[in-house]
């Protein structure tokens, strides 16, 4: 298994452009999340999905939008990016392992987001 | 609202030496407790958790240990290695994992 993988690890946008962040998760897990990690500062969610086809906003979800595609694909999107969303990108997935529930998260390797 | 902190933002310890990282909760509602490990240019790997109704747990070289009473959250490193090195990062969720509060870590140094 690959656990949690996110395309892709590098990106610089200039201010106003648009991108989107992919994450999948082959581990038949329920809930996904993402999350934006900055210097000195602990992991803020932006957005979460507890279920395929439900999303919920996080604690800083302004300038960004979701979409859980599958129980597989949840992405993020920057409509129109801002310097202030330089940062380093997680997504993250929890739920049931075999007949375990488990709400332990699992993350992916992050992308590397640098707004000019 | 929740937060999660630490009482140090870095750590030296000497190989071989136990290390011991702090943190300290707000929210007396929380429930499961997680560590983690980030090594530089990744992402967060899980070490341990722990429930409110546990007050230590042991993994192979790590124990977490659970104060309710001062919420307040240790995980203990044994024989600490030079692949112990990343920063460590507590998290508190007092809904079933749907709402993780993260610290802002503390990094480990290990010296030879």
């Known amino acids: 298994n690959a656990g949690v993988t996110q395309t892709p690890k590098f990106q610089v946008l200039k201010t106003g452009q648009s991108m989107t962040l992919q994450c999948a998760q082959d581990?038949?897990?329920?809930?996904m999340y993402w999350y934006r990690q900055d210097p000195g500062m602990g992991l803020r969610l932006i957005y979460y999905s507890a279920s395929e086809g439900t999303t919920d906003k996080g604690e800083v979800p302004n300038g960004y939008n979701v979409s859980r595609l599958n129980k597989r694909e949840f992405s993020l999107r920057l409509e129109s990016a801002a310097p202030s969303q330089t940062s380093v990108y997680f997504c993250a997935s929890s739920g049931n392992q075999g007949a375990k529930k488990t709400e332990t998260q699992y993350f992916g390797p992050g992308t590397r987001l640098l707004v000019l | 609202g929740e937060s999660v902190g630490l009482h140090l933002p870095t750590l030296s310890v000497q190989e071989g030496d136990n290390s011991i990282i702090n943190c300290a909760y707000s929210?007396?509602?929380?429930?499961?407790f997680i560590w983690y490990k980030q090594e530089s240019g990744k992402g967060p790997q899980f070490i341990i958790d722990?429930?409110?109704?546990?007050d230590k747990r042991q993994g192979q070289r790590v124990t977490v240990l659970l104060n309710k009473t001062v919420k307040h959250l240790s995980l203990q490193i044994a024989a600490t290695q030079p692949g112990d090195s990343a920063v460590y990062f507590c998290a508190e969720s007092y809904n079933y994992g749907q709402n993780f509060v993260f610290g802002p870590g503390t990094r480990l140094s290990v010296l030879p």
């Open positions: 929210n007396s509602a929380s429930d499961y």
């Open positions: 581990m038949n897990h329920n809930s």
């Open positions: 722990i429930r409110s109704n546990m």
